[in-house]
């Protein structure tokens, strides 16, 4: 019996070098980085973060494209507003204004002695008389068009004093030439 125990305890202290033996040779490969089962992991691990990050880049993305989209909405709110308001504003000041000036006529007809004012609409003989003024410009312009302005024939230039005044008739010329004009 005790060369069965002395056998038992030498198959213990094989097997045990034996195993440590095996743990040490992965240890090995493990800090080496060839442990296959280490590299399946690894790989595992390395597919998860490459899909959190890809997950991460379009939340991302996302973000962005709605913080834009909010934006934009907030300045065409914003725009719509200031048209609103100015709109309001520009009715709002032709209704003040409207009203003063019923306010004025209702006071001039008040004042006024026969107590009331004559609203006539435009004169009609004015009206006719700009428009054949207007045809008469536009025929010109179009004889101008067509046959080009007339040649003017050879004239003296003006002196300089006369071109002055011109000007200063024209109240086209500063005003230091005007006040020396206006000393001679």
Known sequence: MKKVEIEFAQLRDQFYREQIGELEKEVDMINQGTHHE??????????????????????????????????????????????????????????????????????????DVLGRIECSGPDHNQLAHRKSKKLTNVAELKYLQAYGFPAASMLDSLDKSEIDEDLILLGIAREDEAQGMLNI
């Open 38 to 111: 280490l590299i399946s992991r690894m790989k595992e691990i390395e597919q998860k973060k490459k899909r959190r990050l890809e997950i991460a880049e379009s939340r991302k993305r996302y973000q962005v494209i709605h913080c834009q989209k909010q934006y934009e909405e907030a300045e065409y709110m914003a725009e719509c507003e200031f048209m609103s308001d100015k709109f309001e504003t520009k009715r709002k000041k032709l209704d003040d204004m409207e009203s003063r000036k019923w306010q004025m006529i209702r006071e001039k007809n008040r004042l």
